[in-house]
């Protein structure tokens, strides 16, 4: 279960609106390497993994990608908040617009919505930790072409803080799937070491 | 104070209590659930162990202390007034429940 907290896990306080920006942050909403998709990827694969301490690894990080879920949706929310329809179509969101007015969506920065062929649940342990760790790396790469992309101050620091924490859970899936390997007495290294 | 001073002050106004109270409460809760991940990989860490039980202390405290004076984090906690306070303070997507990070 879960306990909700009244509460972001890093501030959003954006002054400024900005629906050109939201444009492309909704990607980490719903796109294929947002925070949904982490949600959902790392809890589901949580019921068939091995180890203790890897079952802990998923469900605490799957639990903090649902609070940057939460954040992500505070950052669109408050980038279109205030705006008119001629706003939104000055930003090229009069698509979204037609379907969504300003609610939030869960779809990538080209409008795709949210699909669970974004993820993996593999049921082998060692191909669902590689998964995940390239799936940080993937949302790593996407917060720094969305922090080329944008210079508002109030909106970069939130997005550095999801940065950095994409950085810190590919640590921890690393040292998962080193424990992962040992437990299963297996390596599964098809390309060579140096 | 000079009109650029001012013009700043405006823009940039003092931090209120609860401003601050929930900063520090972020700060705590951020460490314990960092530490908690690596812990969770490195579970013999002696240090790692004092520190999550030390900024677990203080966490309570904080969150005690913001509970009382603006009202509950959880849905559970004690409810202190003659009605229902839990959706009254502001929800943490609006601008207004944030702090400024400087």
């Not at chain 1, 982490?38 to 091995?50: D, E, K, N, P």
């Not at chain 1, 300003?102 to 082998?124: L, R, V």
């Amino acid at each position: 279960m879960w306990i909700y907290e009244k509460k972001l896990q890093f501030p959003v306080k954006i002054s400024k609106s900005n629906p050109r920006a939201a444009k492309i942050i909704i990607t980490q909403y719903g796109g294929p390497d947002g925070e949904l998709a982490a949600a959902i990827r790392y809890l589901s694969q949580r019921f068939t993994m091995v180890t203790d301490k890897a079952k802990g690894i998923l469900n605490d990080i799957g639990t903090e990608e649902l609070a940057h879920l939460e954040m992500v949706g505070a950052m669109v929310t408050q980038l279109t908040q205030g705006a008119s329809a001629a706003d939104m179509r000055a930003a090229g969101l009069d698509p979204y617009y037609a379907d969504h007015g300003t609610a939030i969506y869960p779809q990538s920065a080209a409008g795709i919505p949210w699909t669970a062929a974004n993820i993996q649940s593999k049921g082998d342990p060692i191909t669902d930790l590689y998964e995940n760790m390239a799936a940080e790396q993937k949302a790593r790469s996407t917060y720094e072409y969305l922090l080329d992309l944008i210079d508002d101050p109030d909106v970069r620091e939130p997005i550095k803080f999801l940065r950095q924490r994409e950085v810190v859970h590919f640590q921890r899936f690393g040292e998962c799937l080193a424990e992962v390997e040992d437990y299963l007495g297996q390596r599964r290294h098809f390309y060579k070491k140096v | 104070m000079s009109k650029l001073q001012a013009k700043h002050c405006n823009q940039t106004p003092h931090p209120t209590d609860r401003d601050d109270l929930l900063k520090r409460l972020s700060i705590v809760d951020f460490m314990l659930l960092d530490l908690g991940l690596y812990l969770n990989s490195m579970p013999h860490c002696t240090h790692g162990l004092a520190l999550h039980n030390k900024v677990s202390v203080d966490a309570a405290a904080l969150r005690k202390q913001y509970e009382e004076k603006f009202g509950p984090l959880r849905m559970e906690c004690e409810n202190n007034g003659d009605d229902w306070q839990w959706t009254k303070s502001p929800w943490p997507w609006e601008a207004g429940a944030n702090f400024k990070m400087d």
